[in-house]
């Protein structure tokens, strides 16, 4: 496999783990001020991306990068006196769940951007290809 497939095959996964993030990010997101269906229930429980390095031999040996799992965040949830809501204990504290909109924006925003770096690298990779192609054809 040539060094601009395997720089190729690098960027795409690299894209697909930055998917990965962002849609965890998004789901985080979306679930941050959910609560328990049933009175002193846990609510939504933050996720997180565990990504990995590996070598692809298929891929002459290269580094890349993959997602490990996606795994639950085991802080603590946040605490509120509210006796009067339906997920309320019977303390009167409603659990909610152990995420931060700002965390979440900013893994966001850096999981776009690394997207958009390793789509511009395999553009470019893209773009070196042809134009090999197109010398070569001359």
């Known amino acids: 496999m040539s060094d601009l497939n395997n720089a190729m095959l690098v960027s795409s996964r690299g894209m697909q783990v930055q ?31 565990e990504t990995d390095n590996f070598v692809d031999p298929t891929a002459g040996r290269t580094a890349m990068v993959r997602v490990k799992k996606i795994a639950e965040d085991s802080g603590d949830f946040e605490l509120k006196y509210d006796p009067g809501h339906p997920a309320a204990n019977k303390d009167g504290y409603v659990k909610y769940p152990n995420v931060s909109t700002n965390l979440e924006s900013m893994d966001l925003r850096e999981a776009r951007r690394t997207y958009e770096a390793n789509l511009n690298a395999l553009m470019t990779s893209r773009d ?3 134009s090999t192609l197109d010398i070569l054809k001359q």
């Open 128 to 130: 070196m290809a042809r």
């Open 19 to 49: 998917t990965t993030r962002a849609r965890v990010a998004a789901e985080n997101i979306a679930n941050a001020f959910s609560t328990s269906s049933v009175p002193g229930g846990d609510p939504y429980r933050r996720k997180t991306v």
